[in-house]
């Protein structure tokens, strides 16, 4: 066994205060106790207690679980101690509905008054981290403290009479085991968010866990080509006469069950003639009978026709005699046909059906008998190679990234690329992980969080093989968790004495928990939510201790600025440093924002701010509470900074109580800059008409404190403001006397030249909307100058904007070229906002010049992806695009409900997809034979253009004007668009406007 160094070996000792464990725990209770206690004598009512609790100290152990506490008619049990199973979910709900129905059974002693209708119970299951300290006669034979035993109990108050209510956190896809009433929300008392549940009526009839699956709905098949083309050839061989058996092994959830139902599949598709099926599983729940996976065959060949006489012996074989049948009916098939054999789980095998497996390849071998023994199992650290060390092996790696990417598509079709990236990395190419963080995804619509599980089962699967390891590997992987998903090697060395060519780090590469990472000196977990489970069930105080010998290793080597900073952030919050975490924070992230990362920005400056929250005290003096507070808002207004390219409604609540800590503060800068990025994060979340309120409140203070940094800033932000309403006049001056400004400043700070580049962009879509299309280019060529090809986030925003414009003039290929820039660098610096309206411009670039068929799935997918962050910053936009192709499609239904969304956004000043939604609403109309109504919706189209003083909106809607015919001036109207058209340089509409001429014989 390794030998810890000191400091290791200390930090791994359990604490004393107890060991922190996943728990599934089962709490029942016996319904109308207390009305019973009053018409019941008390030896009477003793004696029930009594066999009630017989019932509870036999049924429970059978299912595997311990008694924690019986109190009165009460029983809590625990199932996951001392040894977590993956199965303990669905052992605590068959030991529930076996205590229910023998409960049922139980008549108490004594006479019985005529409205007594038997003896019920009520149960709850649930499960989650537990800490567990021994009891006493007081605490019962366990103290579990924590909050999922209080759930437990609240479960069983809210179950009504002989009623199992279990938590999905607790099943999950065990859930399917059972018969159960539809998922539902249940408040519970104490908590603060409803609680995922089902009712659970009795059993149902499904055995294995590839059944379970297929009752909720089978993961996509993806990828395992080279596997299914292997499994394929091997069958063929065997058709020709050879016995062969191939052996699958793979970790829990990587999908060797998967395709092998896929291989039998086709093989009794393509071979079900010529070659006999026959399957059995193994499992490690309950006492399952031996020979079960043979007994599993032998019943499937009940009613077969043609059956040789050793079908009737093996059936009715003493147990004794019973292998030697099975091997002999086996035997006689294959040498009347081939056969092949599959068996699910080896690894849970008994030793009987081991040895009848061996036999059987051994003999039909020695005959040449075509048999192809097909196995699946898992590597067992314990029994390496023990149980199919004959088998030709085929190990089954994880997903390719590719693979993962379209498992998770085609599971969340509309998930933003962003949480999509999170579970794949989270999976490491595990389809199960990747099909339960997907469920999980689409349940909240949110990422996933750090240092959290998807569900309890889940994590119970990944510490069941955690719990498998020796001592001094489960030790390591304990350590490696709380260093964190990547694992410095040296580090790593450092606190353990392991180095990456250590036996027991290369062991645990070898059970695919961590392996190599891309980086040199590197380890990496395979799976992230291995990582988050194992750090989650580590102990506390154990966590503690590690994380403050982590921080010190680091500090002493030292490293890269920006990395040293974020890592010590993380650890010196998890040791409840709050000085040094709050420090270490605020600097990460202001090296992240100088280098445009903007999501480890964001985080790292919430970090900083939440470990601030722990440095304030009651008893600070007031200069104390001063110097905290503007602290709070200097990080704040970075955090700001970090947001323009990607902002939420979370990011806007926390500058509101920045601007509150600065108002109460007093100091008119520190309100000066509070409003300032309240105007500036709302205008990014197209909030325009508090924006502006909020502007001019930062105008004003500015002014007051002669804040000249900011009344540079101020007019670009007011006159994008004015522009996002359609209020081209006031925007127009306010823009060029902030281009003055900004280009004096340019070169003095990187924010000048940002802020330059924003009025730019901005002054230059205003003269696009207005038809000066060549100045507008002009202009967008000195916006991106500074930034073209660097990567920065102000690239994406300007290439959007551009992508924009060249819809409007009808240059769609240079339009999908500029609105794929903005998706690809939004993409890199994770700006959602940019990267989804890259997505959708680019999607609708391509409707407009070839009618892509993907293309309106390519906007609803956008759309949906901004729609969780609460941001409206020119969503009528999109939603535009979306009703225009719709009624291009003649899908009424749908276009008028985003014509709706896209009206709705005029109550923000936001009229960018006005036009656009009234012409597809007149294009409707006129579907629907209504001309009269058609001809109003145009009006009410000029009328949005008009309000934009837009030339290119009036000039297309002539053109749909002149294409619709509702009257005999649709040719004046045509020419009209033909003349406008070709002045301001639209060329797509041309071609369309020319085709329609055509068309006409014009």
Not at 88 to 97: F, Q
Not at 199 to 216: D, Q, T, Y
């Amino acid at each position: 066994m390794t030998e810890f160094p000191a400091p290791f070996a200390a930090a791994g000792t359990p604490s004393a205060a107890g060991q922190r464990r996943l728990l599934t725990l089962l709490f029942v209770d016996l319904s109308g106790s207390t009305a019973m206690a009053e018409w019941m004598e008390a030896e009477h009512y003793s004696a029930m207690l009594g066999a009630l609790r017989a019932l509870y100290e036999r049924i429970v152990p059978h299912h595997g679980g311990v008694i924690a506490r019986i109190q009165g008619d009460g029983m809590l049990a625990v199932f996951g101690h001392p040894e977590v199973r993956e199965d303990d979910g669905r052992r605590a709900t068959e030991a529930a509905l076996e205590l229910h129905a023998a409960v049922r059974g139980l008549l108490p002693p004594g006479p019985r008054p005529a409205h007594f209708r038997g003896l019920t119970l009520h149960s709850g299951v649930h499960a989650g981290i537990v800490l567990v300290n021994e009891g006493d006669q007081m605490r019962g034979r366990f103290e579990l403290l924590g909050n999922a035993p209080n759930i437990t109990a609240r479960l069983s108050e809210a179950a009504k009479a002989d009623e199992v209510i279990a938590s999905e956190e607790s099943l999950g896809l065990q859930s399917q085991f059972f018969e159960t009433g539809p998922r539902f929300s249940l408040q519970l008392r104490g908590r603060a968010t409803p609680l995922a549940v089902y009712r659970v009526f009795g059993r149902a009839a499904v055995g294995r866990r590839f059944e379970a699956s297929m009752r909720r709905g089978l993961a996509p098949f993806v990828g395992r080509e080279a596997e299914l083309t292997a499994l394929q050839a091997a069958l063929v061989r065997s058709l020709g006469g050879r016995t062969l058996w191939l052996g699958l092994r793979a970790g829990a959830g990587v999908g060797k069950t998967r395709l092998t139902e896929e291989f039998l599949r086709q093989a009794a598709d393509q071979a079900g003639q010529i070659c006999r099926i026959h399957r059995g599983y193994c499992e490690s729940y309950l006492s399952a009978e031996p020979l079960q996976p043979f007994l599993q065959m032998l019943r499937g060949m009940d009613g077969m026709t043609d059956a040789p006489p050793q079908l009737a012996i093996a059936q009715h074989s003493a147990p004794a005699e019973r292998a030697d049948a099975l091997l002999a009916l086996l035997l006689t098939l294959a040498r009347r046909e081939a056969q092949l054999v599959f068996i699910d789980d080896l690894q849970w095998a008994d030793d009987a059906s081991l040895r009848l497996l061996h036999r059987l390849r051994t003999i039909a071998a020695a005959q040449s008998l075509p048999l192809l023994l097909l196995t699946a199992s898992r590597p067992e650290p314990s029994l390496p190679g023990a149980r199919d060390d004959e088998a030709d092996i085929i190990e089954l790696p994880p997903l390719t990234e590719c693979e993962s990417a379209r498992a998770v598509q085609q599971l969340l079709p509309q998930t933003d690329p962003f949480i999509a990236a999170e579970v794949r990395r989270h999976a490491g190419g595990n389809p199960l992980f990747i099909e339960e963080l997907c469920h999980a995804a689409a349940e909240t619509g949110e990422g996933l969080v750090e240092g959290q599980s998807s569900s309890a089962w889940l994590a119970a699967l990944v510490e069941s093989r955690v719990g498998r390891l020796p001592p001094e590997q489960a030790q390591l992987v304990r350590l490696a968790a709380v260093i964190g998903n990547v694992i410095p090697a040296w580090l790593l060395q450092a606190l353990s004495g392991c180095g990456e060519q250590h036996p027991a780090v290369r062991a645990l590469a070898a059970q695919d928990f961590i392996f190599p990472d891309q980086s040199p000196g590197h380890l990496r977990f395979k799976h992230g939510i291995t990582r988050d489970v194992v750090y989650e069930a580590t102990g506390l105080h154990e966590r503690q201790t590690l994380h403050r010998l982590i921080s010190q290793e680091l500090s002493a080597r030292g490293g890269s600025e920006s990395q040293l900073h974020e890592q010590l952030a993380y650890h010196d919050a998890a040791a409840n440093d709050w000085p040094a975490a709050a420090r270490h924070a605020e600097a990460a992230g202001d090296l992240a924002l100088a280098a445009s990362a903007l999501d480890r920005a964001k985080k790292q400056f919430r970090a900083a701010l939440a470990a601030l929250e722990f440095l304030q005290s009651p008893d600070d003096g007031d200069d104390a509470r001063r110097d905290w507070q503007r602290r709070w808002v200097a990080i704040a207004q970075r955090l700001g900074m970090a947001c323009v390219f990607d902002a939420s409604q979370d990011d806007l609540r926390v500058l509101r109580h920045a601007a509150a800590l600065a108002q109460a503060d007093g100091d008119a800068g520190l309100i000066a800059r509070t409003q300032y990025w309240l105007a500036y994060v709302g205008y990014a979340l197209g909030e325009t008409r508090d924006s502006l309120r909020h502007a001019h409140a930062a105008v004003a203070k500015a002014q007051e404190c002669g804040d000249h940094a900011l009344l540079a800033q101020l007019p670009g932000t007011v006159g994008q403001l004015q522009a996002a309403a359609a209020d081209y006049a006031q925007a127009l001056p306010m823009l060029d006397l902030a281009i003055t400004r900004q280009r004096a400043r340019a070169s003095k700070s990187a924010v000048n030249r940002i802020g330059l580049s924003f009025s730019l962009c901005c002054r230059a879509y205003v003269l696009a909307d207005q038809g000066r299309f060549g100045d507008a280019h002009d202009i967008f060529a000195e916006a991106l100058a500074p930034f073209d090809g660097s990567g920065h986030a102000v690239e994406a925003s300007i290439q959007g904007w551009r992508a924009a414009v060249l819809l409007w003039q009808g240059r769609w290929t240079e339009a999908r070229e500029a609105a794929l820039a903005a998706h690809r660098v939004g993409a890199q610096v994770r700006s959602m906002f940019t990267c989804a309206m890259g997505h959708a411009a680019a999607a609708y670039a391509a409707w407009m010049e070839q009618a892509d068929p993907t293309a309106l799935q390519r906007v609803r997918d956008a759309t949906a992806w901004l729609a969780p962050r609460g941001g409206g910053l020119y969503s009528s936009f999109n939603h535009g695009w979306l009703a225009d192709m719709l009624s291009v499609q003649g899908d009424a239904v749908a276009a008028r409900r985003h014509v709706a969304l896209a009206l709705r956004r005029g109550r923000q000043h936001d009229w960018i997809g006005g036009a656009m939604a009234y012409r597809a609403t007149a294009r409707l109309a006129a579907q629907a034979g209504d001309a009269a109504q058609a001809r109003r919706y145009l009006a009410l189209a000029r009328g949005a253009g008009e309000q934009r003083n837009s030339d290119h909106e009036a000039a297309v809607t002539a053109l749909l004007e002149a294409e619709l015919r509702l009257d005999d001036g649709w040719q004046a109207a045509l020419e009209r668009a033909r003349s406008e058209f070709r002045r301001m340089d639209m060329p797509g509409f041309t071609e369309r406007a020319a085709r329609l001429a055509a068309a006409h014989g014009d």
